[in-house]
């Protein structure tokens, strides 16, 4: 059984949650990502994936 400290850094590796649609600016409506980012995700290392799911994309939300 993970411990809590395991279970709370177990994020999910996406930040897709199925409506997949770019909008104006090229960015997906869905999750925030630029097209560009989508092509690289599974490329990119758990940390820069991380790096854009905590602090890139929730930028990107704020209009």
Avoid: F, K
């Avoid at 994020?11 to 980012?37: A, H, M, V």
């Avoid at 092509?39 to 704020?62: G, K, N, T």
């Amino acid at each position: 059984m993970p411990n809590e400290s395991t279970a709370a850094t177990a994020l999910p590796l996406t930040p897709c949650i199925g409506i997949c649609r770019l909008d104006p600016r090229g960015y997906c409506i869905g999750c925030q990502r630029s097209g560009d980012e989508i092509a690289r995700w599974r490329s990119m290392s758990d940390a820069e994936r991380l790096h854009y799911m905590r602090d890139v994309l929730p930028a990107r939300s704020i209009p």
